[in-house]
């Protein structure tokens, strides 16, 4: 029979991961309504972030009680911080997923701008390096981990073209404004979700190796 | 604890026997013996001491206490025995064995036990050990008085035991001798016989580790009929269980072939929720390339649903069936099937079946049905415009060319309509299921279905028979959709029934939802057609394709519409407690009634 710990910290695990499962299907379909100028999957994804929001508090809780009751040592300690500080990171991804899902209602409503590859690619990133980074934290695998900081300069990067590109897009036109402005906060979500996506790959780092590498990428 | 071995077991049988078989018998007579010997000895030592007795009161008087020992001594030797004299108070006044001038130091003789007896019963005897002579001595004692010049006292005789008790004493050293050498003998004994009794078993064993091995076990007689016996069972034994072994790797082997060669992924879970097995294209379905073995669904598809499906299985539920998007964009069909047998504890079995190029074929038709009817609506218009203009022109004064164009109406008319529910079907297959939450009531929706196919009815003298409740029915439900379904059905119950029969709309209302029937009294439709009724184009005469008018996507439109709706409607043909006739059933879910109905009512 397995221990009231042992049980406790496998729901955890369980919620963690469900949470990132439900974040990351939101990202996904928020790019897909972005991309596909699908106005009802975007307001999907606005209705569902509310289960997002509960699993933090879920794990907010679940964390809390097994610090004050358990006393966790070693491992489970940075497991049960590293699982804190993934459950807010995603929770602000889901949240990122929400603003590209309102950038998408919106100019799903007005004429559709030109192609952008550079936001493509940027989303792209960024939703490879999420899957990675849960995937990572799933298997307990820190080469993954290490794979999504080292993915973060080119989300920056990509971040920068797009916004050059649609700087000169409204030097040119006038009328691209307001949808240029729109395209340069979701470029600007999709970056800010990639730096929370190191977040984790670092929080994977921590539990499974005790080291602590934010801020610097490198073991 | 450790196992005592043959041999051991054999010794201690064998000296427990040999234990019971002499010390008892030997104990016995040994006692009896003893008994008989003792009995003599008391009977002897008494009339000794008799004799003694009279010989000492019949003797003259004694002048000095020194001429009764010397008496003692005579008489003593004489008998063979040693004769003491003991005064009152315990002091020896004559010994034949002692000589006079040392009597003074023999100790106090009044309480030994003969003695203490004589005073008590008249007579005393023991059986004691003399310190004085180191050996076993018989003692007799009685009484003695009024013998003139010796003082009261008593006299007490002592002779050694007879000679049979000597040698009855000697047999028992002889006996342990004896018994001592008869245990070995059954020590050596025991060695051999357990050597004889194992050593036929030995390539019995040899032969069963053999089979232990899986090797070919090979039997050697070993002269036992029974050994030999049972060595044939083992090997028949061995040799069945070998073939079933064989039967079920080979079982294995196929199962295993099969999973591995299947399409669709498979998974095993355990009494916990963690995979214990996984064929190959369950690893290709998976995310990462990992081994998923020892894991949860969730961690290895990064699905909630998918584990809530699992869980519920786990927790008792026979099997789930639902469909997941795996990333990227990859659809599964999965069913999740609980596992329970006597032989394996609680688990499941997860299948994954890949429906993405499905999926994507019933977008592409439901796209190309869409566009094409969508094309088509365009020059269609066109004909029917030109078509109704020629009519009204006076190219239609001619008879001939009026029935042309009519009939250029007439079945532009009739795939227009098909185009309409073309769209309409394509509409209702794009959208998820959804129930609605708005109420609708279904006596009104009746009602204004009813008005539409009057006029056809009419034409073929057919009354459309409402049996409903004077009360509105609230159901979950749109509007126009439910119009539509009832349009449909009473459409097809005009078109296919007799002239001059009756079409009746009954409702029955139930726990939690309501059945509405359209039923006719016409031909019917034959059972093996009632499943496939509902399909599109499908019609259960060919003959009357054309002569009908009818688009074909009726019954279709009404399935989806009311699955959409969460209900489901069949056929019974005939209808129930009659020959003939066809009924259309289908259940809506009931809403409660309208807020601003009750109101606007009270």
């Not at chain 1, 920056?156 to 897009?169: A, G, P």
């Not at chain 2, 129930?576 to 109101?599: C, I, M, N």
Request: proline content about 5%.
């Amino acid at each position: 029979m397995k221990s009231h710990f042992i049980r406790q910290m496998e729901e955890l695990r369980m919620t963690v991961l469900e949470m990132a499962a439900l974040t990351e299907k939101a990202m996904h379909k928020a790019l897909q309504a972005f991309k596909t100028r699908d106005e009802k999957l975007a307001a999907q994804v606005i209705a569902e972030d509310h289960v997002v929001n509960q699993l933090e508090m879920k794990i907010d809780n679940l964390c809390l009680s097994l610090l004050a009751l358990e006393q966790p040592v070693a491992k489970d300690l940075r497991f049960i911080i590293g699982a804190l500080r993934m459950s807010i990171d995603l929770e602000r991804i889901a949240d990122q997923a929400v603003n590209i899902a309102q950038r998408a209602q919106f100019l799903a409503q007005r004429p559709p701008l030109e192609f952008i590859p550079e936001l493509d690619a940027l989303a792209e990133t960024a939703m490879d390096m999420l899957r990675v980074a849960i995937d990572s934290f799933a298997r307990q695998n820190i080469s993954q981990a290490y794979d999504v900081c080292q993915m973060d300069d080119e989300a920056d990067e990509l971040n920068d073209k797009v916004l050059r590109r649609m700087i000169d897009l409204m030097v040119t036109e006038s009328r691209s404004i307001e949808r240029a402005v729109q395209a340069i906060i979701a470029a600007r979500c999709l970056e800010r979700v990639a730096d929370q996506t190191t977040n984790i790959a670092e929080s994977v780092i921590f539990i499974v190796q005790g080291v602590n590498i934010k801020h610097r990428c490198e073991p | 604890m450790k196992p005592v071995s043959v041999r051991t077991r054999l010794l201690l049988a064998f000296w427990v026997v040999l234990l019971l078989c002499v010390l008892a018998p030997v104990s016995y007579f040994h006692r009896q013996l003893h008994q008989v010997l003792m009995d003599e000895s008391r009977a002897r030592i008494r009339q000794n001491l008799t004799f003694v007795l009279w010989a000492l009161t019949s003797h003259e008087p004694f002048q000095w206490l020194s001429d009764l020992d010397d008496w003692c001594t005579q008489v003593g030797s004489l008998l063979g025995i040693r004769i003491t004299y003991i005064a009152q108070g315990g002091r020896v006044v004559a010994d034949s064995d002692v000589p006079y001038d040392k009597l003074g130091f023999m100790e106090d003789h009044w309480n030994r036990p003969e003695v203490a007896a004589a005073r008590r019963e008249g007579f005393g005897f023991s059986v004691r050990r003399s310190d004085t002579l180191r050996k076993e001595l018989l003692y007799g004692a009685m009484p003695v008085s009024g013998i003139t010049n010796l003082p009261d006292g008593v006299v007490r005789i002592a002779m050694p035991v007879s000679q049979i008790k000597e040698k009855l004493d000697q047999q028992r050293l002889h006996l342990a001798v004896i018994l001592g050498l008869s245990f070995a003998a059954t020590g050596v004994l025991s060695f051999f016989l357990s050597r004889l009794m194992e050593k036929p078993l030995a390539p019995m064993l040899e032969m069963v580790r053999a089979m232990g091995r899986r090797e070919r076990p090979r039997l050697r007689p070993s002269g036992y009929p029974v050994l030999d016996a049972l060595g044939e069972t083992l090997v028949d034994v061995a040799q069945r269980i070998e073939t079933q072994f064989k039967s079920m790797e080979d079982q294995r082997a196929q199962l295993h072939a099969i999973l591995e060669g299947m399409k669709e992924g498979v998974l095993l879970l355990d009494g916990q929720g963690r995979i214990t097995a996984a064929n190959r294209a369950a690893l290709h379905i998976q995310r990462g390339t990992q081994s998923p073995l020892g894991l949860k669904p969730l961690e290895v598809f990064l699905n909630a649903e998918l584990q809530k499906a699992c869980d519920r299985v786990l927790a008792g539920q026979d099997s789930v069936h639902l469909e997941v998007v795996l990333d990227p964009d990859r659809f599964f069909d999965v069913h999740v099937v609980s596992l329970h047998s006597p032989v394996v504890p609680r688990g499941a079995v997860i299948v994954l079946h890949d429906i993405t190029e499905l999926k994507r074929l019933a977008r592409i038709r439901r796209d190309f049905v869409a566009n094409v009817s969508h094309e088509l609506r365009t020059p269609l218009t066109a004909v029917k415009g030109y078509a109704e203009t020629l009519l009204e022109s006076p190219c239609a004064q001619d008879e001939e060319a009026k029935m042309f164009i009519e009939t250029i109406v007439r079945k532009a008319n009739h795939m227009s309509r098909m185009v309409n529910d073309l769209l309409t079907l394509t509409r209702l297959e794009s959208q998820p299921p959804q129930i609605p939450e708005t109420a609708v009531d279904a006596v009104s929706a009746i009602a204004s279905a009813v008005e539409t196919c009057l006029p056809e009815a009419r034409k073929k003298n057919m009354e459309i028979q409402t049996l409903l409740p004077d009360r509105p029915l609230w159901v979950r439900a749109e509007r126009d959709s439910l119009v539509q379904v009832f349009q449909n059905l009473l459409d097809n119950a005009v078109r296919y029934s007799r002239p001059n029969t009756p079409i009746r709309i009954r409702a029955e209302v139930r726990e939690e939802t309501i059945l509405f029937a359209v039923e006719d009294e016409g031909p019917g439709i034959p059972s093996e057609h009632q499943a496939r009724v509902f399909e599109r184009f499908y019609r259960v005469d060919r003959q009357r394709e054309t002569s009908t008018g009818s688009t074909g996507l009726g019954l279709a439109i009404c399935r989806h519409i009311v699955q959409n709706m969460g209900g489901r409607i069949w056929v019974e043909s005939p209808v129930r407690g009659k020959d003939r006739g066809s009924a259309f059933l289908f259940t809506v879910k009931q809403a409660a009634e309208p807020e601003e109905k009750k109101s606007a009512e009270s």
